[in-house]
């Protein structure tokens, strides 16, 4: 119901459409890091996460990622470095604007644990290597592997998603609790991530048309 109120919205106009870019960036940039912050530190030390979780999905991932990865170049003529990154597309879902809201509706118990793993996995494994092997095997601009792997390092550490996710694994180990205000300040923005992110797909679907997707 939030996406089709979000897609109502800005399909008749009541909001309009040039807000979204503002309202994402918000997402990105404040409830992002904030929501990750909370999940990871929340489920507790990493003595506590599930590594068989962990392993299984990091796994998975991978596998999607290079048989993808491997159709885009053989059967669609992607580039090699470009291939990889393409194909994060299949290995790294949607999990904060969608997967997240829609797991604290189906799942509301298990939903932070299940995504402060899901968000290890994807911000420390399989987005660094993706974007390291694309960096390395560009053929407009490859890279040596170990410049290849400090470019993407810097990249990963300006992420407010690894950010977050970083914050809220230090702050997890230690088994301190924020100070009442910030907790209350990080409810609040946890209790709204997921209806701004609903919205957006919502309303982002709303102004999109489907000649706007290039071929490669």
């Known amino acids: ?24 960036r918000f997402m990105l940039i404040v409830c992002v890091p904030v929501l990750i912050f909370s999940a990871v530190s929340s489920a507790g030390d990493l003595s506590q996460f599930n590594w068989r979780f962990i392993l299984v999905y990091a796994l998975a991932s991978l596998a999607t990622l290079t048989l993808v990865r491997f159709a885009l170049n ?28 829609i797991t604290m509706i189906v799942l509301p118990d298990v939903a932070d644990r299940l995504f402060a793993w899901i ?26 592997a170990s410049q290849a792997m400090l470019h ?13 996710l970083l914050a809220g694994l ?20 946890v209790a709204a991530a997921p209806l701004i992110s609903l919205f957006l797909v919502g309303g982002n679907v709303a102004r999109s048309r489907l000649d706007e997707v290039d071929p490669p």
Request: cysteine-free.
């Open 119 to 144: 968000m290890v996995v994807e911000n420390m494994v399989v987005i660094p290597l993706a974007l390291t092997l694309g960096d390395v095997l560009s053929r407009q601009r490859g890279l040596p």
């Open 170 to 189: 230090a702050f997890g180990a230690t088994g301190l609790v924020l100070a009442e205000p910030l907790d209350k300040t990080r409810s609040m923005i």
């Open 74 to 101: 053989k059967l669609f003529g992607y580039g090699p470095g470009q291939s990889w990154v393409a194909a994060l597309g299949s290995s790294v879902p949607n999990s904060v604007f969608l997967g997240y809201p």
């Open 152 to 164: 993407t390092a810097k990249t990963t550490l300006q992420n407010p998603t690894v950010l977050g």
């Open 1 to 24: 119901l939030l996406i089709l109120l979000g897609f109502g919205i800005i399909k008749s106009k009541l909001i309009a459409p040039e807000v979204l870019p503002q309202l994402s």
